[in-house]
Each structure stands twice: as structure tokens, then as C-alpha cells.
């Protein structure tokens, strides 16, 4: 590898909450660089928020974010001419990085409402402990949790 790899660059805080994960989450959300579409629907997701469960936004936010982060993942990792499917612990940044897709992806997958609907119904089901982003956390860590035996393959 030549050179050394980039630094991280900090984020700055999002105007209206003053948050970098919601920062980070807005750029998640962006597609083909329209970064003001991408607030519009995430602002108007948490205005949403606010009316539908009384509570601050940013706090439904944090915990649909903590039930949606998985916490082990399988990687494939080849031994001897067989792959195996090794139970790994997710790292900080990965995590955060999962649960913002999950989140997205459950929420562009329903039909017919805006993307600022979709995405607050799914923050919502997400605090709550469900809606598909949280299922997809529990099929990650079922596969984890079966593949245990080959744990001792792990670097």
C-alpha cells in the first residue's frame, strides 16, 4: 500500500439539531449529491416524529439507531478450500453505517407515501424494537448466532 490512508474528517453539526449523526445520516439519505432534498426529507421525518410520539425527535432517533445497530456479523473467510461464514463483532463506525442502511432501505422498500412518511414510520417501528430494519438486525445476528462453531477461525 502506498502512502498513508486518509484521515477521518470530522463532521460538522447539523443546523437544526446540532447533531453529526444526524449529519452523517442526511449524507446517507442524499442521492446524486441534492444535499437539500436530503435535509427536507429527513428534517421533515423528524417534524413528523415529533408530532406522532410526543418525544424529542433526536432522543426516537438515537434509540431506532441503538435497536437497528447489529452487534455480530458473519464474514466468509476460506480454510482449506472451504468458505466458512465466521461470527465477527461489528465495529462502531460499521455499525452506525448498517443500521443508517437498514433504516433507508426499509423505508424506500414501502410504496406509496412520501420518503419523509416512510422514513418516520420506520424511525418510529425501529424505537419501538420493530419494522424491517430491526428484522434484518435479527437475521444478521440468528446467522451469527448458528455459525458459532467456526468462531475459533476468526483472526
Known amino acids: 500500500m502506498r502512502g498513508k490512508p486518509a484521515k477521518k474528517r470530522e463532521l460538522p453539526p447539523d443546523a437544526k439539531y446540532g447533531s453529526p449523526v444526524v449529519t452523517k445520516f ?8 441534492k444535499k437539500t432534498i436530503a435535509q427536507k426529507i429527513v428534517y421533515g421525518a423528524f417534524d413528523i416524529l415529533a408530532k406522532k410520539s410526543e418525544k424529542d425527535p433526536l432522543d426516537v432517533f438515537e434509540e431506532a439507531i441503538n435497536n437497528a445497530s447489529p452487534i455480530v456479523e458473519v464474514r466468509s473467510r476460506r480454510v482449506g478450500g472451504a468458505n ?72
Open 84 to 155: 466458512y461464514q465466521v461470527p465477527v463483532e461489528v465495529r462502531g463506525d460499521r455499525r452506525l453505517a448498517l443500521a443508517f442502511r437498514w433504516l433507508i432501505t426499509a423505508a424506500q422498500d414501502k410504496k406509496g407515501k412520501p420518503m419523509r412518511e416512510k422514513l418516520s414510520e420506520e424511525i418510529l417501528l425501529a424505537s419501538k424494537n420493530e419494522g424491517s430494519a430491526v428484522k434484518k438486525k435479527a437475521d444478521v445476528h440468528r446467522m451469527a448466532e448458528s455459525n458459532r462453531a467456526f468462531a475459533h477461525f476468526s483472526r
Open 26 to 33: 442526511i449524507n446517507y439519505v442524499m442521492q446524486d449529491g
